[in-house]
C-alpha cells in the first residue's frame, strides 16, 4: 500500500510509515495542541517529495502560515512560485485564492480549481479547519464531512483537515468529521507540574497497524514537532478536572 510521510518521522512510525494515499484524515484537538504544525509538516513533506499541495487556512492569515513554515526551516513562498504549494485563505485576501464565504459549496469549487490548476499527479490537501464550515450549523458537521470527502475522492487528494475540539461543543465540532474520516490523529494537553504538556494519539487508522499509546509531543523551536516516548497515562490523566467538568455540565453542555 502506498503511504504518505506526515513529514514528522516520529509520527509515521506509530502508523506504520505514515497515512494511506486517499484517506481522508481528522486532526482533531484543543487550541495550541500542534495540529496546525502537523498541516505544516505533512505539505511541506509533500514539497520536497514531489507531491502537489492545496493548504486551505481559514483560522490565520497566508501570511501567518508562510512565516510559521520558516520557522521550522520550510520555504512555502517558493513553493508556491514554483507551482507546487497553492494556499488558500477565507475571508481575508482579495484574489482568485481568497475564499468569499465559509461555504462548504464555494470550498469544494476553490479546491478543484485549485488541483487544477497544479495539474495531475499525487495532491495532498489540507483544511485547516474544516470545523470553520459549519460554526453556524453545527447540525450539519456530519452530512457536510460526508459529501466533502465523496466528492474530493474522486481527485488524487490526501487530505488532512484540522477540526477544533472545544470541550464545551466536542459533539457538534468533532463527531461530523470523525466518523466520516478514514483516520483520526487526536492532539491533546495537560498541565502537570505547573507546564503544559502535549499528546498524541492514533485513535483511528483504517487499514492499518496502528499504535495504541498517547505519545508525548513537543513542539521544538527551528525543527518543529517531535513525538517522543509513549506515555503511560491514562485518559483521565489528561481529562478537565472534575470541578471544571461539574461546572460545564451545570451549564447544560456535554463533557467527553
Ligand atoms: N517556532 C516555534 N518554536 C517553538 N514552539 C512553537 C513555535 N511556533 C509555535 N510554537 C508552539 O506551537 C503552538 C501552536 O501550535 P498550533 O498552531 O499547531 O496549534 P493548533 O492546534 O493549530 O491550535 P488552534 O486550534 O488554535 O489553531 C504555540 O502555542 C506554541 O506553543
Ligand atoms: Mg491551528
Redesign the pocket.
Known sequence: MERLSTGVPSLDKLMDGGIPKGFFVA?V????????????HFIAEGISSGDYNIYVTT??SRESIIN?AS??GFNFNKAINEGRLILIDALMGDDEWTLRHLDIDELVDIVIRAKKKLGYGRTRLVI??VSAFWLAKPSMARQYSYTLKKILSKWDLTTLV?S??AISTSEAFGFGVEHVADGIIR?RKSIKNSM?RRYVLIEKMRQTNHSLFLYEVH???????VVTAPTMLRKEDVALPESVKKKIKKGGYKVE
Open positions: 486532526v484537538g484543543e487550541p495550541g495542541t500542534g495540529k496546525t504544525i502537523l498541516c505544516i483560522e490565520e510559521q520557522q521550522f485547516d479547519s484540522t477544533q475540539y492532539f503544559l513542539i521544538m523551536p527551528g525543527k518543529g514537532l
